[in-house]
């Protein structure tokens, strides 16, 4: 059974940073993609991070913002968020999947983009004040 665990998320300023870390516990994903999404309230799902091995493309969004990185032996997976703003205000979600298209959140909320990957992060709360 695989167990994920999400860490880092919380409160913080405008301009502040956050460093989100995921964990699978039990999974092999030599060679899976994996990711990071968002959900902000009333939007889609939007795709934060794409590790496509040796890959790392980041949404325009957060390009230059955020840093993702994987750690293979240990199955985890982090992602460095600096210069924070209110538009970062979201639900953030790790994941894993032999492909993880792009195309996948098109009209889609994360739940629903959820049960389309084969694992998924129960989600943390990043909450940016201006």
């Known amino acids: 059974e695989v167990h994920i665990m999400e860490s880092g998320g919380g409160s913080v300023q405008q301009g502040g940073s956050l460093k989100l870390s995921c964990t699978f516990s039990?999974?092999?994903?030599?060679?899976?993609?994996l990711g990071w999404y968002r959900q902000i309230p009333g939007r889609e799902c939007q795709w934060v991070v794409i590790h496509d091995e040796p890959r790392i493309v980041y949404g325009d969004s957060v390009k230059g913002r955020f840093t993702s990185s994987r750690v293979a032996a240990e199955n985890t997976l982090t992602l460095q968020m600096n210069n924070l703003q209110p538009g970062d205000t979201a639900e953030y979600f790790c994941?894993?999947?032999?492909?993880?298209?792009?195309?996948?959140?098109?009209?889609?909320?994360?739940?629903?983009?959820?049960?389309?990957?084969?694992?998924w992060g129960q989600g943390i709360q990043v909450t940016v004040s201006s």
């Open positions: 994941a894993a999947d032999r492909f993880l298209p792009v195309q996948r959140v098109a009209g889609n909320r994360c739940p629903e983009v959820a049960a389309m990957t084969e694992f």
């Open positions: 039990g999974a092999s994903l030599g060679r899976y993609d």
